[in-house]
Protein backbone atom coordinates (compact mmCIF):
# COMPACT_ATOMS: atom_id res chain seq x y z
CA UNK A 1 0.00 0.00 0.00
CA UNK A 2 1.17 3.45 -0.94
CA UNK A 3 1.57 6.14 1.28
CA UNK A 4 2.32 9.34 -0.09
CA UNK A 5 2.31 11.69 3.18
CA UNK A 6 0.25 13.51 5.50
CA UNK A 7 -2.97 15.31 4.63
CA UNK A 8 -4.23 18.64 6.68
CA UNK A 9 -7.30 19.28 7.14
CA UNK A 10 -8.51 22.52 8.76
CA UNK A 11 -11.68 24.83 9.35
CA UNK A 12 -10.71 28.23 7.08
CA UNK A 13 -13.78 30.18 8.08
CA UNK A 14 -17.49 29.34 9.78
CA UNK A 15 -18.77 27.47 7.02
CA UNK A 16 -15.52 26.01 5.24
CA UNK A 17 -13.53 23.30 5.86
CA UNK A 18 -10.17 22.52 3.43
CA UNK A 19 -8.19 19.55 2.97
CA UNK A 20 -4.95 19.70 1.06
CA UNK A 21 -2.03 16.75 0.73
CA UNK A 22 0.98 18.56 0.01
CA UNK A 23 2.96 15.42 -1.85
CA UNK A 24 0.51 15.16 -4.28
CA UNK A 25 -1.40 18.47 -4.57
CA UNK A 26 -4.43 16.74 -4.22
CA UNK A 27 -7.34 18.85 -1.70
CA UNK A 28 -10.58 19.74 -1.24
CA UNK A 29 -13.18 21.30 0.80
CA UNK A 30 -16.57 21.26 2.53
CA UNK A 31 -19.26 22.70 4.12
CA UNK A 32 -18.48 20.96 7.11
CA UNK A 33 -15.26 18.59 8.39
CA UNK A 34 -17.36 15.25 7.56
CA UNK A 35 -18.51 16.97 3.97
CA UNK A 36 -14.16 18.01 2.99
CA UNK A 37 -12.95 14.42 4.64
CA UNK A 38 -15.61 12.61 1.86
CA UNK A 39 -14.74 14.86 -0.36
CA UNK A 40 -10.84 14.44 -0.13
CA UNK A 41 -11.30 10.22 0.06
CA UNK A 42 -12.98 10.30 -3.58
CA UNK A 43 -10.53 12.37 -5.34
CA UNK A 44 -7.86 10.22 -3.40
CA UNK A 45 -8.83 7.11 -4.97
CA UNK A 46 -7.29 3.82 -3.63
CA UNK A 47 -3.43 5.70 -3.72
CA UNK A 48 -3.42 4.34 0.14
CA UNK A 49 -3.90 5.01 3.77
CA UNK A 50 -4.96 8.72 4.76
CA UNK A 51 -2.90 9.94 7.57
CA UNK A 52 -4.62 13.11 9.02
CA UNK A 53 -3.48 16.22 10.54
CA UNK A 54 -5.62 18.18 12.14
CA UNK A 55 -4.59 21.71 11.16
CA UNK A 56 -3.28 24.10 8.23
CA UNK A 57 0.03 23.15 6.74
CA UNK A 58 2.95 25.19 7.47
CA UNK A 59 2.98 28.39 5.30
CA UNK A 60 5.60 28.43 2.56
CA UNK A 61 8.82 29.82 2.70
CA UNK A 62 9.92 32.81 1.83
CA UNK A 63 12.35 33.78 -0.77
CA UNK A 64 15.94 33.31 0.55
CA UNK A 65 14.50 32.19 3.71
CA UNK A 66 16.57 28.96 4.91
CA UNK A 67 15.12 25.78 6.34
CA UNK A 68 15.26 24.99 9.80
CA UNK A 69 17.67 22.03 9.39
CA UNK A 70 19.58 24.32 6.62
CA UNK A 71 20.05 26.91 9.78
CA UNK A 72 20.74 24.19 12.42
CA UNK A 73 23.44 22.77 9.98
CA UNK A 74 25.07 26.14 9.84
CA UNK A 75 25.18 26.67 13.64
CA UNK A 76 26.73 23.32 13.55
CA UNK A 77 29.69 24.16 11.07
CA UNK A 78 30.10 27.28 13.43
CA UNK A 79 30.80 25.29 16.21
CA UNK A 80 32.91 22.44 14.65
CA UNK A 81 34.94 25.44 13.30
CA UNK A 82 35.09 27.50 16.51
CA UNK A 83 36.08 24.34 18.71
CA UNK A 84 38.47 23.25 16.35
CA UNK A 85 40.30 26.66 16.66
CA UNK A 86 39.84 26.13 20.56
CA UNK A 87 41.90 23.32 20.50
CA UNK A 88 44.50 24.61 18.50
CA UNK A 89 45.08 27.20 21.11
CA UNK A 90 45.14 24.40 23.96
CA UNK A 91 47.70 22.73 21.59
CA UNK A 92 49.35 25.91 21.37
CA UNK A 93 49.19 27.22 25.01
CA UNK A 94 49.47 24.18 26.43
CA UNK A 95 51.96 23.36 29.60
CA UNK A 96 53.32 20.08 27.52
CA UNK A 97 54.17 21.31 24.30
CA UNK A 98 55.47 25.12 25.09
CA UNK A 99 57.89 23.51 28.32
CA UNK A 100 58.58 26.10 30.73
CA UNK A 101 57.56 29.16 29.06
CA UNK A 102 54.87 30.90 30.55
CA UNK A 103 51.85 33.13 28.85
CA UNK A 104 50.72 36.43 30.03
CA UNK A 105 46.95 37.19 29.88
CA UNK A 106 48.21 39.54 26.92
CA UNK A 107 49.53 37.16 25.37
CA UNK A 108 46.10 34.57 25.55
CA UNK A 109 43.85 37.63 24.92
CA UNK A 110 45.65 38.18 22.01
CA UNK A 111 45.37 34.82 20.60
CA UNK A 112 42.09 34.71 21.34
CA UNK A 113 41.05 37.85 19.37
CA UNK A 114 42.82 36.43 16.56
CA UNK A 115 40.28 33.93 16.13
Do not use: C
Not at 2 to 26: E, M, Q
Not at 73 to 81: D, G, K, M, N, T
Request: net charge neutral.
Amino acid sequence: MNKFGDTYIWPDGSHLWVTRNLATGIGATGQDRTEAEKTFTLNWGDRGEINWIESAPPPPKKPGEQTPIAEALEASEQHRRGHLKYRELLKAHHADVAGKRKFTADEVTRALVAL
